[in-house]
């Protein structure tokens, strides 16, 4: 039997927490969001269940280990069929630091719909906080019968507000030197390089980074900085636009007209210290006609 | 007396994490018990094998957040034995500032969730709010309220400018009161001892022979801890006491456990008042070169260990742990034998433990 009930102004939408196997980190942060004054789902008229009959909204934490999978979507199956799905952290949309596991079944979107991703590793309550309202939109909207706004325009630039938190990373081109550090020790794979005929692009991809700025620790010429703009939840349908993008073009070695990256002058400056008209000439050299400048004859 | 089998899971043991038990029950009681792992193995030491030894600094972070700085400054220790890199004193010293407020952290979320399970709605709150002091300082001085990114090879990646280390000196000055109010509650309050003391006791030769570590250990009089026994980085130049009990029963586990949050701020407090200037990390990194190497440390669940290999590349040829809640989890057949079904929730939380640390 099947009864309609009208949804009155103060029955609470009721939130539950799947965790496929995380780090805890997530779960922790939710817990939080349960407990402290400031950060309380209540503000939202939100509620937790322990119940995933009673599920409005369906938060999931983890990169889906395959041990878990069954039990994830049997609890899955037993929520509403009208249900709000949140992917909580990087690891349910891309399996963070934990890809290309044999023992991760992600991305979860492959077994069940996703409707907001919240990146972050974890993403702080204030950031919880904003996705839930976002998951709270698109029930609303789909309550009303009406497609639910895509990409509305309330994405707040908060810089650090009241605490630097590491949030997105920021790329400018102009300062790589495109040594590719930064990807050699980034753990979540989240940085790619590509040459094209023009230069060399870097794509990196929030939903995969998980904020811990080791390649920002390891640039050299800070190309690569964290920004404190936390506020990073979407619609799961944009998940893929989510990038921090630049190309550094090539130039031709002055010496001999070969394609190069040319260095750039942070990476002049980090080496030394105040370069002279003399040491800026290099900048533009191969390193086989640099090679021939300093010491005359190409080495090798 | 009739024999049953019940199977509970992470939402009836108000866990955050999924954990699953296969239960005895005579009457109801607990007859015996079977821990149905793995739910969280993400397959971490193929992981670890796949990524190099920076990027492990990072993935290991994320084997557990709870206990998230342990991991990474346990395995740059071993990469740092390997290579004999020395690092620098301040290091020492910021690695310590780092352990001890996860470990802050870690014991307060630890009994908050005990209060939770026992239905002590306002008492959970309360202690959540006074973590949130240290929540707030991680992100301050870190800028992530769980992982803190603080390790790297060769020292450490955060630095404590003398606003950050005043603030920080102030969070600790407000964590006092609190952690003594919270310690007199679980020792004294009436209703808190009538659910948690003569509760899940492990006796302390039952303790010895499942080797538990960490606040379980100490809760049964074995005062073990990695700190003062073998003291590593900054630890044999600081002054702290190892808290322990003998009752070995949930009480006991959390009066350790506040009395350690306790010791802890006077751990940070020593740092920052000793906190020596130099450099935050060794320059000149040698290559890494093949050997291997064992390296211990306090994590806020107990011992935790780390063994490295290396072949003279930048992957890891094996890299192993233990953790605490290993041991600490064998140990509730123990505990809970005899206990009502109702007292399942708050035992099994009463070991604080970490099931992305032991599935990985």
């Known amino acids: ?300 | 007396m009739t024999t049953k089998i019940i199977e509970l899971g992470a939402h009836q043991l108000a866990l955050e994490e999924p954990m699953y038990f296969r239960v005895k029950l005579e009457g109801d009681r607990v007859a015996d018990l079977d821990v149905l792992p793995g739910q969280v193995h993400r397959g971490m030491e193929h992981l670890v094998m796949r990524r190099n030894l920076y990027q492990n600094i990072t993935l290991l972070e994320r084997l557990c957040s709870l206990c998230s700085n342990s991991h990474p400054s346990t395995f740059c220790a071993a990469v740092e034995e390997v290579a004999g890199i020395a690092i620098p004193e301040r290091a020492e010293y910021l690695r310590a500032v780092a352990d001890e407020i996860k470990r802050i952290a870690s014991h307060l979320f630890c009994c908050a969730v005990q209060a939770n399970a026992i239905g002590e709605t306002p008492l959970f709150r309360r202690i959540m709010e006074v973590r949130e002091i240290m929540q707030r300082a991680k992100e301050a001085i870190y800028g992530n309220r769980m992982d803190l990114a603080a390790n790297v090879i060769g020292g450490v990646r955060y630095d404590l400018t003398p606003e950050a280390a005043a603030y920080l000196a102030g969070a600790m000055e407000e964590m006092k009161r609190p952690l003594d109010e919270l310690y007199l509650q679980f020792g004294n309050n009436p209703a808190l001892m009538a659910r948690m003391a003569w509760v899940g006791v492990l006796p302390r030769e039952a303790a010895v022979e499942c080797a538990v570590v960490g606040p379980v250990a100490r809760a049964c009089g074995i005062d073990y801890d990695v700190r003062k026994k073998s003291p590593y980085g900054a630890y044999d130049r600081l002054k702290f006491e190892v808290p322990s009990q003998t009752a070995g029963d949930v009480r006991a586990r959390n009066l350790v456990r506040l009395a350690e949050a306790r010791q802890s701020v006077s751990l940070i407090e020593q740092c920052l008042a000793q906190l020596p200037a130099g450099p935050l990390c060794a320059d000149n990194l040698p290559e890494i070169p093949a050997g291997e190497a064992i390296a211990k440390s306090e994590a806020p669940r107990g011992e935790l260990m780390y063994y490295l290999r290396t072949d003279g590349s930048d992957f890891p040829v094996r890299l192993k742990w233990r953790v605490p809640s290993y041991m600490n989890w064998d140990a509730l057949k123990v505990m809970l034998k005899g206990e009502p079904v109702g007292n399942i929730p708050l035992i099994v939380n009463s070991i604080d433990p970490c099931i992305a640390c032991t599935d990985r």
């Open chain 1, 1 to 300: 039997m099947h009864i309609e009930v009208e949804e009155t102004a103060v029955g609470p939408v009721r939130l539950f927490r799947i965790n496929t196997g995380s780090c805890n980190g997530c779960d922790v942060e939710l817990a939080v969001t349960s407990a402290v004054t400031e950060f309380d789902v209540e503000q939202l008229g939100c509620r937790y269940t322990e119940s995933a009959h009673e599920a409005d909204i369906v938060l999931i934490t983890g990169p889906l280990t395959i041990r878990a999978r069954d039990e994830v979507l049997r609890l899955y199956a037993q929520a509403p069929r009208d249900k709000v799905t949140v992917a909580v952290g990087v690891c349910p949309v891309s399996g963070g630091v934990f890809r290309d596991s044999y023992a991760v079944d992600g991305p979860i979107e492959r077994h069940l719909p996703v409707d907001v991703n919240i990146p972050g590793c974890p993403p702080r309550p204030q950031a919880l906080l904003a996705g839930i309202g976002a998951a709270l939109e698109i029930r609303r909207a789909r309550r009303d019968g009406e497609e639910p706004a895509r990409n509305p325009d309330h994405r707040k630039h908060h810089g650090t507000d009241n605490f630097p938190a590491r949030g997105r990373m920021s790329y400018d081109a102009k300062a790589c030197v495109d040594c590719r550090m930064c990807r050699h020790v980034c753990a979540a794979g989240a940085i790619r390089f590509e040459a094209g005929d023009g230069g060399v692009r870097l794509t990196l991809w929030h939903n995969s980074c998980v904020f811990c700025g080791l390649c920002s620790h390891y640039c050299p010429t800070g190309a690569l900085s964290v920004t404190g703009d936390w506020r990073l939840d979407h619609r799961a349908a944009d998940a893929f636009t989510q990038i921090e993008r630049g190309e550094v073009p090539y130039a031709p070695c002055t010496g001999c007209g070969e394609a190069i990256i040319p260095t750039a002058p942070q990476l002049l400056h980090a080496a030394f210290r105040r370069p002279n008209p003399e040491i800026e000439k290099l900048k533009n050299l191969c390193p086989a006609c640099r090679q021939l400048m300093s010491i005359g004859v190409p080495r090798r």
